[in-house]
């Protein structure tokens, strides 16, 4: 079955500075992996080929505990669709109008202003649940990205592995940043780094029940080393070729194991270069807007004519234009960066 999805207009007359949930803004056609075409296949199928019987080994810096249902800065369910999640980032009429006020007189940056709501807490979310799992689910049933990583690729179910899907996404989201204007993708890669760290050590104290400050510091200075060379190490193989970062994959993600299947690092690899393909084709001002979520493992995108890109592109100039010449558009809701792009 085939699925086309197209640009929405996420900032309108009368909408507010809360996270709207909204496919890629990129004229693709995604195939789920029950009706690929021929030759195309999704990660998920890929991963179905396996022959190889390796077995989930724990990473370091296990602390062998799951993150807790019940916690209330997560979502209640693997399953919840992301509506639930986006009423959590909305913003009050008062901070509303403070900051179309301050925005307003003082010119303030409205793109720099919008990073926290975006990058870290929308971004932060869609990196965190992508492995995030529950510690009362042994025999319940995982989200379709956590059977991807834990099921599919059979990684182990820990913290530390958590952390490592967390950074691969984290990294994946840092690329598209990276071509944001300087000071904007500064602070917008600042806010999801920050975020990360603010959960990490709430985790540290609340769910792992670490409470000596030291071993608290020592962790994050460990988290924040491993943070350092993945991204180091993932630029390498983005720069370079599959191969680089086939091996950087499978030193980081899959821990160095040595009963590694290469079917799995094969499907790894599409599906991180699918991410980077549709975030890509985004504009600046679509991105920053929230405006992306990770593609599924069970489906394929199918790389974009020169028509059809040309067509999304008048797409979404024509969106940003109705709203920029709108007299009653609120200046929350307005953005200087490019939509042309």
């Excluded at 699918?274 to 084709?281: A, C, D, G, H, W």
Aim: aromatic share 12%; with cysteine.
């Amino acid at each position: 079955m085939l699925k086309t999805f197209a640009c929405k207009n996420s900032l309108s007359k009368g909408s507010s500075l809360s996270i709207k949930h909204q496919t890629p803004t990129i004229l693709t056609i995604r195939y789920q992996s029950t009706s690929s075409p021929p030759n195309n296949e999704t990660p998920k199928d890929l991963v179905l080929k396996s022959k190889l019987d390796s077995k989930p080994i724990n990473g370091s810096l296990d602390f062998g505990k799951k993150v807790k249902k019940n916690d209330r800065y997560q979502p209640e369910d693997l399953k919840l669709k992301n509506d639930k999640l986006e009423n959590s980032y909305k913003l009050t009429n008062f901070q509303e109008s403070l900051i179309s006020f301050m925005v307003k007189y003082f010119r303030l940056n409205v793109d720099k202003i919008r990073a926290g709501a975006i990058s870290g807490s929308y971004y932060y979310k869609q990196c965190s649940i992508q492995g995030l799992q529950y510690e009362d689910e042994d025999g319940g049933e995982l989200s379709a990205s956590c059977k991807f990583f834990y099921e599919d690729l059979k990684l182990p179910k820990t913290f530390s592995q958590w952390y490592q899907i967390h950074l691969l996404h984290v990294w994946i989201l840092f690329v598209r940043m990276r071509a944001l204007p300087f000071d904007i993708g500064q602070n917008y890669q600042k806010k999801l780094v920050d975020r990360t760290f603010q959960e990490l050590e709430r985790k540290l104290k609340e769910e792992m029940n670490v409470r000596s400050g030291k071993f608290i510091d020592t962790y994050l200075k460990e988290f924040n080393s491993q943070l350092r060379g993945c991204i180091f190490a993932y630029d390498e193989g983005f720069y370079t070729d599959d191969y680089t970062l086939a091996k950087a994959i499978w030193r980081n993600l899959f821990s160095g194991r040595k009963n590694i299947d290469f079917v799995h690092l094969e499907a790894i690899v599409r599906y991180v270069r699918s991410q980077l393909y549709v975030l890509s084709k985004m504009s600046d001002r679509d991105f920053a807007m929230g405006n992306f979520s990770f593609i599924p493992s069970d489906e394929f995108v199918k790389p974009l004519t020169e028509k059809e890109y040309e067509e999304l592109k008048q797409q979404v100039i024509a969106k940003y234009e109705n709203i920029d010449n709108d007299p009653h558009t609120r200046p929350i809701d307005k953005s200087k960066l490019r939509y042309d792009n």
